[in-house]
């Protein structure tokens, strides 16, 4: 047998580690701001990029997508050369893909500062953005399925149909979620509305969970964890029927952040069942890696690295079995919305996700600068730092979450609600400054590991080309047996096409009824299109990032019927996008705000929200008094409006800044009698325009139902 | 109620296309090789480290 000579490419590996290092600091720099926003309103500093609203996405989208997504490619361009026994399948693309990622990050969190956003939770960046990811993705996708191509040993272990899995499913739930509307060249509509647009953004948020936070991740996974063990997995029987089950499970998951929302009642069921069942594939990964330390538990004791992945491997096991628990309708009803959410997510991304990187950071760096960890004793220390970080992370927000609801759902004896809303975000403001400690010794942990790896790079050199040697792969001649498995592992074409039905086979089930059938939308005929005016109101609200601590919906729960005012219904909706009915209330619901107060009241609130309601954690927004409506940019608003099925007037657009002016007029005129003097467009004026609009539509009306036949 | 019909219809078409897919590997005897590919990725093919690529299976000493 032909032996030949390879290289393997440690080049790449190293600039995706720096960035995975970088990204980490820079992301969760921007999660401890925020995290001390919540209870100190000054540090927003008054300043339209520095505030809650346009930090929390940078923060969101830092973490997922520049943290975990460098780790990522770090982790498959250097287990995968090796699991092929091949360099990566081009330099250039991989120099591309790695600058093209870096590229993506930066002008996400340019634009995210600057206000452009979709206004859709972690599918946030605008179009041009959306397209350069979709183009980085097909070349990161080249580059791996041509170093699968090209690789020296037939049998596909298993990390490596994880990272073809996450490869597809990604590319699918980024091209589906982003389809939007441009109108401007960093500004679009989404192309769904209301709650079809909740459902494929769902779809989306929880894919993207299971595809770019999970799914990569085992397959790193059961690479580093055996290597760092030096033992096989476990079981590799388990591996195998816990992908195939784990990636045809995940994808009908995604109803289940919509729970008791107006989303049909079936697709809230079907949500809840595939999570239910998501417990045993997930339980089988993480059983699967902690039992391959069986017998190897006295290196656990000593090892670092083995302490970081155990961590992140239980991380994992009680992020999924708590998943499918919030996934169960009498619990949601009482965690949904509240801060238990915020805890449920931090236990899978500093745990699983973190710790793991870590791990391999740790593992990593010092075999491609051939030479040691320079302290072990360092990285010990960043590991319980960053354990107690976790710990003080997590359990205040869980208290924080249930008070919050219990409180929320509280009823005195009267039959009245017993606590105002703000009483309930005041109450449980300890729980959030232990909150930002907890991220603050997590971050302090990450800083040690950043000394630690800058003096392990400098005692050692880069071998940037490693060179390895192997036999070339012989074609297979045809055995008397061949095992359907054992087929498909060594076609990944073929297993490509078939991941792909699996995976398609599960969103379009649940998504196609929903566009098609109109029986699920009781159309309302009091509702109305936004009127120019609202309209950039409504534009206002998404770009200040106001979805992030107010949700726009009422679910049919007693207190809430009676803290908001009637239950959301899915027709209220369909001239909505993209939806804003967000995920968390740290602020209280807005569905029914329009006409609660005057004009002068949202005037005041924005402008110092104190003064309106004192303790408020709101941050002001004085920019918006001074900004002017972007006029020139109605008519265009309009016209794709219309294109998505927005029943404007035809020509409506040439008279829509004339309707605009007239509205924010009258909307002037009406503060100055109470001595409030703005200009008539100024942005504030559009957005109490959209605020008073909101839920008036159906006061007093019914829901009409299309007729079944 | 065509919700449901196409929500069943296809639901059931899939699962038992796994289903089969499952019984068929299980029959088969796909999951006879179980022991190789956990051991083999263990080694990388690095030179330097002058491991011997093709008898990984008796080759367990560590790497580091």
Redesign the interface.
Known sequence: MQVEKFFYDNKSVKLFAYATILWGVVGMLAGLLISIQIYLPAANFGLPFTTFGRVRPVHTNAVIFAFVGNGIFMGVYYSLQRLCKARMFNDTLSKIHFWGWQLIIVSAAVTLLAGYTTGKEYAELEWPIDILITLIWVVFGINMFGTILKRRESHLYVAIWFFIATWITVAMLHIVNSFELPFSWLKSYSFYAGVQDALVQWWYGHNAVAFFLTTPYLGVMYYFLPKAANRPVYSYRLSIIHFWALIFLYIWAGPHHLLYTALPDWAQSLGTVFSIMLIAPSWGGMLNGLFTLRGAWDKVREDPILKFMVVAITCYGMATFEGPMLSLKSVNAITHFTDWTIAHVHVGALGWNGFLTFGILYWIIPRIFNTQLYSKKLATTHFWIGTIGIVLYAIPMYWAGFEQALMWKQFTAEGTLKFQFLETVTHIIPMYVTRSLGGLLYLSGVLIMVYNIIKTVKSGALIANEAAEAPALVKSTGHAKQYWHRWIEERPIQMLVFSLVLVAAGGIIEMVPTFLIKSNIPTIASVKPYTPLELQGRDIYIREGCYLCHSQMIRPFRDEVARYGEYSKAGEFIYDHPFQWGSKRTGPDLARIGGKYPDSWHYNHMLEPQSMSPGSIMPSYTWLFENKIDTAITPAKIRAMQTLGVPYAIGFDKEANANLMAQANKIQAGLKVEKLEVAADAEIIALIAYLQRMGTDIKGAKAIPTPTK | ????L??LM??IS?AAL?LA?FL??VR?????D?????????H?????QNID??NTTTT?K???
């Open positions: 109620m065509s919700v449901i196409i929500l296809a639901s899939v796994f897919a068929w590997s088969s005897g796909q999951y006879d179980e022991i190789s590919p956990p051991l083999r990725m263990l990388d093919n690095s030179i330097s690529t093709t367990l560590p790497i580091n």
